[in-house]
């Protein structure tokens, strides 16, 4: 495919999907295409992406960038791990602020509107769960320029002031005005009930012990009646039978359906029917692969083809 038929299929599918949206065409050198895409215009919180192919790039990448206010470095290392495979970032302190451009691609020779909207949404909701570390304030350019941009920046306000800062002192009487109110749920001394008195001695009890009886020791009966010996009993012989051997070369399980499920093809074709949807977590053997499909076989001797990204088998 050529560089204008894949942009012309990306928004196309874009156009006949209500959640997503084409927000702008940008420019970025060294690129075939590059455009703003804004992802969950259904919801109340939508995110803006970049998505763009590179000269001679055998791939289409989806891309945004986030800035964490405060140290967020480990915090977005641990979220970025914890996503599927495909979604990747690079994440650097900024003078104050975290710096994390995330990103994910698409193969052209699998390229498809459902491998195209599923990568979107895998970034989509990383890029959600990375605003959630808090304090977290979008950039207005997505790229990898514009990152570099705001990382200078951040670091150049980062220089000392020459400027002495002086301290103001918080004045004692605005202090002592504060008067903490009571909680509402602790019981307070007026609770008490007042016919109970307080400080008087507790009544001497009227029981008495008894001293204790001996207990007189009883014989204890067995349970227990003996039973003549049984005839001892006669093995007999067994026939052996033939334990069947595994065929050569039989089916044993190599991965497994990652949680959220695959769809399975008959063919390395993306344009065909989806002929099956593999359960989470059913066992498959990868018989071969294919750039980026692999052909996999269920334990009932079930064949289909996969995309062998998502489970890490496919250039």
Same mark, same amino acid.
């Given at each position: 495919?050529t560089?204008d038929?894949?942009k012309?299929?990306?928004?196309?599918?874009?156009?006949?999907?209500d959640?997503?949206e084409?927000?702008?065409d940008?420019?970025?050198?060294?690129?075939?295409?590059?455009f703003?895409?804004?992802?969950?215009? +259904?919801? %109340?919180? *939508?995110?803006?992406l970049v998505?763009?192919?590179?000269d001679?790039?055998?791939?289409?990448t989806?891309?945004?960038?986030?800035?964490l206010?405060?140290? /967020?470095v480990?915090a977005? /290392?641990?979220?970025?791990?914890?996503?599927?495979?495909?979604?990747?970032?690079s994440?650097?302190?900024?003078?104050?602020?975290?710096?994390?451009?995330a990103?994910?691609y698409?193969?052209?020779?699998?390229?498809?509107?459902?491998?195209?909207v599923q990568?979107? #949404?895998? +970034?989509?909701?990383?890029?959600?769960?990375?605003?959630a570390i808090?304090g977290?304030?979008? @950039?207005?350019?997505?790229?990898?320029?514009a990152?570099?941009?705001?990382s200078?920046?951040v670091? @150049?306000?980062?220089? =000392?002031?020459?400027?002495?800062?002086v301290? %103001? =002192?918080?004045?004692?009487?605005?202090?002592?005005?504060?008067?903490?109110s009571?909680?509402?749920?602790?019981?307070q001394?007026?609770?008490?009930?007042?016919?109970i008195?307080v400080?008087?001695?507790? *009544?001497?009890p009227?029981?008495?012990?008894?001293?204790?009886?001996?207990?007189?020791?009883?014989?204890?009966?067995?349970? &227990?009646t003996?039973? *003549?010996?049984?005839?001892? &009993?006669?093995?007999?012989?067994?026939?052996?039978q033939?334990?069947p051997?595994?065929?050569?070369?039989?089916?044993?399980?190599?991965?497994?359906? =990652?949680?959220?499920?695959?769809?399975?093809?008959?063919?390395p074709?993306?344009?065909?029917?989806?002929v099956a /949807?593999? @359960?989470?977590g059913?066992?498959?053997?990868?018989?071969?692969?294919?750039?980026?499909? @692999?052909r996999v076989i269920?334990?009932n001797?079930?064949?289909?083809w996969?995309d062998?990204?998502?489970i890490?088998v #496919?250039?």
């Open positions: 495919m560089p038929e894949v012309q299929s990306i928004t196309t599918w874009c156009s006949s999907d959640d997503l084409i927000a702008s940008r420019f970025e050198p060294g690129t075939d295409f590059s703003g895409l804004k992802a969950g215009t +259904l919801s %109340t919180a *939508p995110v803006e998505v763009l192919k590179a001679g790039a055998d791939r289409v989806i891309r945004r960038s986030v800035t206010t405060g140290d /967020n480990d977005a /290392n641990q979220l970025i791990a914890s996503r599927p495979g495909s979604v990747t970032a994440v650097e302190r900024s003078g104050a602020d975290t710096t994390v451009v990103q994910t698409v193969y052209l020779d699998g390229l498809s509107k459902h491998t195209f990568a979107v #949404a895998e +970034l989509a909701r990383a890029s959600t769960l990375l605003d808090g977290v304030e979008t @950039a207005s350019e997505v790229d990898e320029e990152a570099v941009v705001a200078d920046a670091d @150049a306000d980062a220089e =000392p002031d020459s400027t002495p800062v301290d %103001t =002192p918080v004045p004692a009487a605005a202090e002592s005005t504060f008067q903490p009571p909680s509402p749920s602790l019981p001394p007026s609770s008490i009930p007042s016919g008195p400080g008087q001695p507790l *009544p001497t009227s029981f008495t012990p008894q001293p204790a009886q001996p207990v007189q020791a009883q014989p204890v009966q067995p349970a &227990y003996p039973q *003549p010996a049984q005839q001892p &009993y006669q093995a007999q012989p067994v026939q052996a033939p334990v051997q595994p065929a050569a070369g039989g089916w044993a399980p190599s991965h497994s359906v =990652p949680p959220q499920g695959l769809r399975a093809w008959g063919a074709d993306p344009s065909g029917p989806v /949807n593999l @359960a989470p059913l066992p498959i053997q990868v018989a071969e692969v294919r750039g980026a499909w @692999a269920c334990s001797g079930w064949t289909g996969i062998g990204r998502i890490g #496919a250039a």
